[in-house]
Antibody
């Protein structure tokens, strides 16, 4: 059973870079037509898709964040990462990682998320 | 990508049925049969309860069902139980390998 676990600093100063890692256990991050995903939830608000990386290394980003985010994967460590630059208080949120599946392998249409990590709270404050 | 619209809260008594709506556009819900629903207890990992509008993953109670009409998807929970009290989020494929989520609905079981 695949499990995901987020890790990273809980506090980041404004204008700095937020870096989070999602460790995958119980299965390989390579192959399988999955999209490794980051999602966040601002305090008291809904979920926001940040982006994902597929098993070829191709990335897909939310257009509202595209200029500031990078998602990468390290297959040797079986984890993937999120980097968000120039953070502000508006980036304070719970950050979740998840595995997305396509409607059918190779369709390029990831549409459901299972499983998820438990989330990690990141606060942007000086 | 604009968020999908869900009611902020719904409530029901044990044994009753409730329906949570999720409204989008022809660019997301209306354009694809790729709506999923997630149950979320705070400080835990969200859990998939419905995929592809109507499909229940293995292990999900038959009390959970999904549907779609036009640009609106719905999640119905029948025979409400106290443990169903949680937040529920909808999600839709939105083209160009992107997705959009709803704002979430808090279900209270009275």
């Amino acid at each position: 059973q695949v499990q995901l676990q987020e890790s990273g600093p809980g506090l980041v100063k404004p204008s700095q870079t937020l870096s989070l890692t999602c460790s995958v256990s119980g299965g390989s991050i390579s192959g399988g037509y999955y999209y490794w995903t980051w999602i966040r939830q601002h305090p008291g608000q809904g979920l926001e898709w940040i982006g994902y990386i597929d098993d070829t290394g191709r990335t897909y980003y939310n257009t509202s964040l595209k200029s500031r985010i990078t998602i990468s994967v390290d297959t040797s460590k079986n984890h993937f990462s999120l980097t968000l630059t120039s953070v502000t208080a508006a980036d304070t949120a719970i950050y979740y990682c998840a595995r997305a599946s396509e409607i059918y392998p190779g369709s390029g249409m990831p549409h459901l998320f299972d499983p998820w990590g438990q989330g990690t709270l990141v606060t942007v404050s000086s | 990508q604009s968020a999908l619209t869900q009611p902020a809260s719904v409530s029901g008594s044990p044994g009753q049925s409730i329906t949570i709506s999720c409204t989008g556009t022809s660019n997301n819900i209306g354009g694809y049969d790729l709506v999923s629903w997630y149950q979320h207890y705070p400080r835990t990992a969200p859990k998939l309860v419905i995929s592809e509008v109507t499909k229940r993953p293995s292990g999900i109670s038959h009390r959970f069902s999904g549907s779609k009409s036009g640009n609106t998807a719905s999640l119905t929970i029948s025979g409400l139980q106290v443990e169903d009290e949680a937040y529920y989020y909808c999600c839709s494929y939105a083209g160009r390998s992107s997705v959009v989520f709803g704002g979430g609905t808090k279900l209270t079981v009275l």
